[in-house]
T-cell receptor
Framework: AQRVTQPEKLLSVFKGAPVELKCNYS??????LFWYVQYSRQRLQLLLR??SRESIKGFTADLNKGETSFHLKKPFAQEEDSAMYYC??????????FGQGTRLTINP | NAGVTQTPKFQVLKTGQSMTLQCAQD?????MSWYRQDPGMGLRLIHY???????DQGEVPNGYNVSRSTTEDFPLRLLSAAPSQTSVYFC???????????FGQGTRLTVV
């Protein structure tokens, strides 16, 4: 069965420090992986997807098929990065499986 | 520039009542889906649709019904509300299978 695991429910770092949000998945096929973000009082929105290989708002994520991971990273955290982050796997017909989410807090 | 619109934003129901959560999108997307968000569990797929007239069950479909008579609308019906259905409900749409999903602002439902 498809599964996405985000081991950290809460993550707190200081402004300017590096950030890494962990995501591991289990899926027998070729995965399509996404990071979605929900800022306070805003709707859930796409941050980045692995096939685009972009850097969005300074965030990057590399798919590691050997470790079945898709960790989200940013070298220097900013206060506006505080939000809820969800890793998600798509396995067809827009069936998204989400991780439990990580609440990131950036301390000034 | 509406995107995905959900109504209502908040709702309180008594156990046993029925209601319909509305979802409409104006992007001509084929794919639409409903999720529920519970603390510590992320979002879980309830039902989804790949086009008008076609719907299927997701991970947690029990107690919910859907229909897709038009491309734009994808209502979610609670047949007989139970306290276990207290949750935040999100509707999403996308143009193709693996592209970005656009989400509504959510409906916070409380069943007492």
């Amino acid at each position: 069965a498809q599964r996405v695991t985000q081991p950290e429910k809460l993550l707190s770092v200081f402004k300017g420090a590096p950030v890494e949000l962990k995501c591991n998945y289990s899926y027998s096929g070729s995965p399509e992986l996404f990071w979605y973000v929900q800022y306070s009082r805003q709707r859930l929105q796409l941050l980045l997807r692995h096939i685009s290989r972009e850097s969005i708002k300074g965030f990057t994520a590399d798919l590691n098929k050997g470790e079945t991971s898709f960790h989200l990273k940013k070298p220097f955290a900013q206060e506006e990065d505080s939000a809820m982050y969800y890793c998600a796997l798509s396995w067809g017909a827009q069936k998204l499986v989400f991780g439990q989410g990580t609440r990131l807090t950036i301390n000034p | 520039n509406a995107g995905v619109t959900q109504t209502p934003k908040f709702q309180v129901l008594k156990t046993g009542q029925s209601m319909t959560l509305q979802c409409a999108q104006d992007m001509n997307h084929e794919y639409m889906s409903w999720y529920r968000q519970d603390p510590g569990m992320g979002l879980r797929l309830i039902h989804y649709s790949v086009g008008a007239g076609i719907t299927d069950q997701g991970e947690v479909p029990n107690g919910y019904n859907v229909s897709r008579s038009t491309t734009e609308d994808f209502p979610l019906r609670l047949l007989s509300a139970a306290p276990s259905q207290t949750s935040v409900y999100f509707c999403a749409s996308s143009s193709t299978v693996f592209t970005e999903a656009f989400f509504g602002q959510g409906t916070r439902l409380t069943v007492v």
